[in-house]
T-cell receptor
Framework: QQQVKQSPQSLIVQKGGISIINCAYE??????FPWYQQFPGKGPALLIA?????SEKKEGRFTISFNKSAKQFSLHIMDSQPGDSATYFC????????????FGTGTRLTVIP | NAGVTQTPKFQVLKTGQSMTLQCAQDMNHNSMYWYRQDPGMGLRLIYYSASEGTTDKGEVPNGYNVSRLNKREFSLRLESAAPSQTSVYFCASSTRGDLIPHFGDGTRLSIL
């Protein structure tokens, strides 16, 4: 079964708006939560990541919000730009080694000029 | 600085044909991985190699074999391709114990 549930499947946002993608998990052993960005024809690339000892991490226009008690985390893209149009994957891991990294199903973001 | 290089980029096969997907990394990483990406399924781990000389099954290994040829190269083989194996295949690598795999740009494989 899907270890990490991601929504929405697709998202359309106006330029300058806020894009929000949500993920949820059940395994409380997960202790690392990265987000990946993937452009068409390319492999996923790490965007930002968080560990559960903090509730928020911000890097430029990208913010991860983490709610440990609800077992949910989300990606917020502020001032969304057409160049942000891509597919975003959340993921979760509970041990060292990327063989223990579980991905969400992805969100295709389209930012309209 | 190439990172992770996958060949070929595109391939069309007929059911029952065999094929080997090649992957090489130049980052001196110990661990390498093969994922498949399907619409609505995210990325799923097929096989991985924690270090040179070792390989282990991931989440969806059936129908595939792998070879860790040396530290740089990790190949994925389909012995008898099936339409269900139509997918985009990604190779990735990481340092030992690193949670951040670095991905190649994928091989788009269609099986008719």
């Amino acid at each position: 079964q899907q270890q990490v549930k991601q929504s929405p499947q697709s998202l359309i946002v106006q330029k300058g708006g806020i894009s929000i993608i949500n993920c949820a998990y059940e395994n409380t052993a997960f202790d690392y939560f990265p987000w990946y960005q993937q452009f068409p024809g390319k492999g996923p690339a790490l965007l930002i990541a968080i560990r559960p000892d903090v509730s928020e991490k911000k890097e430029g226009r990208f913010t991860i919000s983490f709610n440990k008690s609800a077992k949910q985390f989300s990606l917020h893209i502020m001032d969304s730009q057409p160049g942000d149009s891509a597919t975003y994957f959340c993921a979760a891991s509970y041990k060292t080694g990327a063989n223990n990294l579980f991905f969400g199903t992805g969100t295709r973001l389209t930012v309209i000029p | 600085n190439a990172g992770v290089t996958q060949t070929p980029k595109f391939q069309v096969l007929k059911t029952g044909q065999s094929m080997t997907l090649q992957c090489a990394q130049d980052m001196n990483h110990n661990s390498m991985y093969w994922y498949r990406q399907d619409p609505g399924m995210g990325l799923r781990l097929i096989y991985y190699s924690a270090s040179e000389g070792t390989t282990d099954k991931g989440e969806v290994p059936n129908g595939y074999n792998v070879s860790r040829l040396n530290k740089r190269e990790f190949s994925l083989r389909l012995e008898s391709a099936a339409p269900s194996q139509t997918s985009v295949y990604f190779c990735a690598s990481s340092t030992r114990g690193d949670l951040i795999p670095h991905f190649g740009d994928g091989t788009r494989l269609s099986i008719l």
